[in-house]
């Protein structure tokens, strides 16, 4: 449903053919629905799944054509009695794709307040990264202070923010990156060792004394998956959040028993779905580092709404340093 007479822009997948396939047109605004809230989009981040979605190869599967887009900030336009929002307030929101939108409706429970001196482009920039990296490492990797993580694609928006929260947690952490500018993001977001993608696993092995890594923090998969296993400590758990490198690598399961480590899938936007409140806590453990200059959204390319395709483009090459964003305003 639409409300009659009332258009904005939008960023619509038409076909699964990649971003070259993705319009902007005006459609009609999402029908009023008093159990949503109602928001005015000011910037929208881009995520993998994004991508992912251009060629019907994520998950979720609306109906053609629908607007991508994980994440968004914007201003309250209305919210039911109750949520705790009001027009007029700054919000941060995830929801299922239909964020490069100028208007959306969320749901209240993926709503969160977006504190004074965080502006929409960072905002954006904070939900689906941080919190999934957040999740990935205290929820599902055990992290404790004092443990050692290794994380590869260290200067992706998912990376950075890898980086941040494993530091921010206490962590000691080893980046892995491909360049030199990459190095230096990685560093710059607080990794303390920076090793290459070719030979990363002697490398691990030389700045761990032979111990290994506690947790490998994985969205690349392909070829990295069986040396990020034999770059483990005992005990120690591989965390996969995806498969940048678009291959999807088995496990030797005699190397899980051998070390008694563990793979874990890793999988926020399920998660947070399917228990309501999950994320406005994680944001509650967040904002305290963020106001502390601990993390941080590194937006290193914001573009227009008709750019979103050359934003998609930027992360499909690999070309992408840290994290995306579309500038509604």
């Known amino acids: 449903m639409s409300t009659p007479g009332r258009t904005m822009r939008a960023a619509l997948i038409t076909a699964y053919d990649g971003p070259d396939a993705l319009v902007v ?14 928001v005015a989009v000011r910037a929208a981040g881009i995520t993998f799944p994004d991508l992912l979605a251009t060629r019907g190869l994520y998950q979720v599967k609306p109906p053609l054509p ?15 009695d109750g ?3 009001g027009a007029g307030d700054r919000v941060a929101a995830f929801l299922t794709f239909g964020g490069l939108a100028e208007v959306v409706s969320v749901d209240p429970a993926h709503v969160v307040p977006l504190p004074d001196g965080i502006g929409f482009v960072e905002g954006a920039a904070l939900v689906v990264n941080h919190l999934t990296a957040h999740f990935a490492l205290t929820r599902r990797g055990g992290l404790v202070p004092g443990g050692t993580v290794l994380v590869h694609g260290a200067a992706g928006g998912l990376g950075t923010a890898s980086v941040q929260i494993a530091r921010a ?3 000691e952490v080893i980046a892995v990156a491909s360049s030199e500018e990459k190095a230096r993001l990685a ?21 761990t004394g032979g111990r290994g890594v506690d947790i490998v923090v994985d969205p690349v998969g392909g070829d990295r998956v069986t040396d990020s ?17 678009g291959d999807i690598a088995s496990v030797r399961t005699n190397r899980l028993l051998l070390g008694n480590s563990g793979v874990l899938g890793v999988a926020w936007a399920e998660y947070v779905r399917q228990r309501p409140g999950y994320l406005a806590e994680q944001w509650t453990q967040l904002l305290p580092r963020i106001a502390g200059g601990r993390l941080w959204p590194v937006v290193r390319g914001t573009y227009p709404l008709a750019g979103t395709a050359d934003a998609l483009r930027a992360i499909e090459t690999r070309s992408a340093l840290g994290k995306l964003v579309v500038d509604l305003t």
């Open 66 to 80: 629908f607007a991508p887009g994980l994440e968004v900030a914007g201003v309250v336009l209305d919210a039911p």
């Open 169 to 171: 947690w206490g962590a």
């Open 83 to 85: 949520s705790g929002f």
């Open 25 to 38: 047109r005006e459609i009609d605004e999402p029908a009023h629905d008093t159990a949503a809230v109602r």
């Open 187 to 207: 560093r710059d977001c607080g990794a303390h060792q920076v090793v290459a993608p070719d030979g990363f696993l002697d490398a691990v092995r030389g700045l």
């Open 229 to 245: 296993l034999r770059a483990l400590a005992p005990e120690g758990r591989l965390l996969v959040l995806g498969f940048a490198s």
